[in-house]
């Protein structure tokens, strides 16, 4: 009997050690991170209204958006592909390629500002590049309103979702729909956050195992918050400049946003909730697996080479960062008219 | 009082006799043509499993079907828009234009055979198509298969869908999925098909006088059974050539699959229903308005020059040729693996 007693006894141990080293890393996480709402419902501070939200749903998926017909918001930010696109740069009116990589508009409504480098404050104002864009959709104002007002049926729902304006098919208006729609386009539940909110297995012993080395390594000094990234801006290459392939020298980032010398190469910090479905990485897009773009950062911003079985292990961690993909259904669009722009 | 009972009597007499003619219009069209089922759950005489279907509509929506990640069956025949692209011809891979104007998947299943010249007996044997044309997807069955083995989610998936294959991940089995899923894609409760089981009301006057006319003038000597058209060959230009604009000269036909020199310049019967949603019309899709394409029939087909009255009052009809959309999940996908071969 004794010796089954003594096992017994020693893995009673073992859970009570585990369980204290389980809540003293979800007390430091939770000091860094922190889970992803259930539900936004807020613009701004200002409540969504259902009218809102069904129109920008509709806009969303409208591909008569762009000056081809052929394009909509989700051809780059594929709600089935975990809000990006999963190809190194869009490709968008006439094939062109983009300059960078597609970000996922998943839980982008957490970001501190949007695009790779910040240069809209919010998702109203990121709504109205692409579609302006002549690399992307390639648009204009203009036309946009043109093409939504010969609609019949989104004339009204345009008059439904802003009762208030004395015309309400505007781009402006275009642009909060959509913004209204993306609110609702958040991750929550992920490993991770059932971890922060005190379900100790929800992370298995290795990427608990990373989360303490993104958070000792120093990678959450960047990738932070709700988002785990997005808040700020750093120099791609704090210590070391990855290659031209990873980072091209005609993009400096923010640079062209602030035109100050020190933003030079400058991006934000990318957002890393459901980083494993959005390859490949980096604003480039060129690294395509997860475990070689943690060893890239490690190397070109903490000045750290990794050992492969940190950077697995880290990435390990960022896998847990998936969350419950939102359900959206594939809306019927109202048809044209014979006043609708064609297509070019 | 008597000056009240006589027109009182005398509308009386008029619904007895509008009953009589919209019994009679309706016998008459239910020997032509007929409503679209409710729901069809079978493939050729075989039903399809839940399993098939769930697949299928992943498939549907998958751009990782195409060479290069950009483009689904959706983007062609989106279901949004009617099931068609609202372009005159699809633009594919590299921004290439296709030959022909993209029919519509839905009620695509009650056609005799697929594509503009029937060179495909079902929905299987389409499907297969567009995945490899050049100016499509570009893609091969053999980069397909090894794109769906490398990702385990739909390993899995052709396993449920597929249980009796030793080998269930093949191009044959991604396209019966596809036709699986594209069986659901009907349009039933058009107003046309309400006034058929005899809601006399489903239709107005015009669509009454348009669907006579369109059954008097010899429209459905071609465009008649369940989808109104899809189910037989005939000239285009029966009487007099269009225009080269609307019947280009390299494009003839079914001539290129029978290799019959009768068959130059024969195209299938259009399925015209749902024909209100999916501009612009004939397989050049060169004709944007629906009176100007009835008056182009009358003109080639008939040798007949409608009055704007007639046109006007056949297109009404054809706008009550317009049912139920079918309302469809946007799904998530399964991830790609490292094993996935890139897009190019």
Redesign the interface.
């Given at each position: 009997m004794m010796s089954c007693r003594i096992p017994v006894l020693f893995s009673g141990l073992l859970l009570i050690a585990n369980v204290g080293a389980a809540d003293e890393l979800r007390d430091r996480a939770n000091a860094i991170f922190k889970p992803i709402p259930d539900k936004v419902t807020q613009v701004r501070g200002q409540a969504v209204s259902d009218d809102q939200a069904r129109l920008g749903h509709k806009l969303w998926?409208?591909?008569?958006l762009s000056r081809?017909?052929?394009i909509s918001c989700n051809?780059c930010h594929?709600?089935?592909?975990?809000g990006g696109?999963?190809?190194?740069t869009s490709?968008g009116h006439?094939?062109q390629k983009g300059p960078r990589n597609s970000p996922t508009v998943l839980n982008a409504v957490f970001n501190a500002a949007q695009f790779w480098d910040g240069r809209a404050a919010d998702l109203q104002a990121q709504a109205k590049g692409p579609v302006q864009a002549g690399v992307e959709m390639n648009n204009t104002p203009d036309r946009v309103v043109a093409t939504l007002k010969s609609i019949p049926e989104y004339a009204n729902a345009f008059k439904e979702a802003f009762p208030n304006d004395k015309d309400p098919v505007s781009f402006d208006n275009m642009a909060y729909a959509l913004e209204a729609f993306e609110v609702s386009l958040t991750t929550p539940n992920s490993p991770f956050d059932r971890f922060l909110k005190g379900d100790d297995k929800a992370l298995d012993a290795k990427q608990k195992e990373g989360l303490a080395l993104f958070m000792d390594s120093g990678c959450s000094a960047c990738h932070n918050g709700v988002n785990v990234g997005g808040q700020g801006y750093f120099p791609f290459g704090v210590i070391k400049k990855p290659g031209a392939e990873i980072l091209p020298s005609g993009d400096k980032g923010r640079f062209t946003v602030t035109n100050t010398a020190t933003d030079e190469y400058v991006f934000r910090a990318a957002p890393l909730r459901n980083v494993?479905?959005t390859?490949p990485y980096f604003h480039s897009g060129e690294v395509?697996?997860l475990e070689q773009a943690v060893a890239i950062m490690g190397d070109s911003q903490l000045g750290r080479t990794l050992k492969p079985d940190e950077a697995s292990a880290i990435a390990a961690f960022l896998r847990s960062l998936t969350g419950t993909?939102p359900?959206?259904?594939?809306?019927?669009?109202p048809?044209?008219s014979?006043d609708t722009p064609?297509?070019e």
């Open positions: 998926f409208d591909p008569r081809s017909h052929v051809t594929n709600l089935s592909l975990g696109d999963n190809v190194p490709i006439g094939w494993a479905l390859p395509w697996e993909q359900q959206v259904a594939y809306p019927v669009l048809p044209s014979a064609k297509p």
